[in-house]
């Protein structure tokens, strides 16, 4: 497998030698593209997102740390940050590659990116003073992405964490996607005063603005596959991470945000975020959580 460093350090592309590739912006350690053999973008990515850290990215794979969401008077250690927290706009550091050759169908490469709260700007810490460690893992697969965060409590302090895989899906027609694995379970409707209710035993289908969190009944083991037109096309497996995300701005929505191109492009995406945002994950001194999902193409 090849790894490129380009765009003057600010990206890291790495393509497998049957043709699949990734490129992973520095910022954010945000996951920008995704490509199987023959070419095909599996993730979408607005035409105006920023990609300089002064926002997150609008697309691809936004990492949401230590918060998602905007912060809450109710939360006073996170209720200085940003919506979804430091993780998406800071800039991070690519640690390395591993590759296993292996037979063509087996080879893969891993890319490590990390990040540390020691090299934050003063002015991001003073939003989030803990001492923390960052370690992001995105694995590059012939049918599969897999992304891995491991957070690291390094200093005295204990920490209440979320975090969570913003992962926005590049799909033919929204208006024809399912989502199955979601039946029958809790969900808080962001959309109509965080509301607790219970989803129907069918798949999931869009035919408007949609902003829930779901904490799917079967558990994280079970997978969650995302069909368009009929045909299934991913498979996400979930590891340790409790709640998915499903959402799309719609037509309203996407007209407001600024970043968002071209303005019916949320017919051609679906948010799917694999995370743990119920409720805080409690680190102490020396603690670690790791949440992990693999994407299969099918
Ligand atoms: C989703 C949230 O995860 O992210 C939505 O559930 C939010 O409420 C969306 O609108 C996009 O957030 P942002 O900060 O990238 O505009």
Redesign the pocket.
Known sequence: PQVTISDGSSRVSAALSTGESVEVLLFGATVLSWKDAAGNEKLWLSKDTKLDGSK?V?GGI?L?FPL??PATPNHEATSKLP??GLARTARWEFLGKSTSEGSSSSSSVKLDFGLSSDTLAESTKALWPYKFGLLYSVTLDRESLTTTLVITNDGEESFDCQM?L?TYFNIKDISAVQIAGLEDSKYVD?LDGAKTKTESSSPVTFSGEM?R?YTPAKGPGHPIVVSDSGRPCFRIVRDNLDQV?V?N?WIE?AQE?SDFAPKDGYKNMV?V?AGSVDGWQKLDKGDAFEGAQTIYIL
Do not use: A, I, N, S
Request: aromatic share 10%; glycine share 10%; with cysteine.
């Open positions: 997150g609008r936004p949401v998602f969401g919506q979804h969570l913003h962001k902003d969190v995300v959402w701005p929505k945000m948010c975020e």
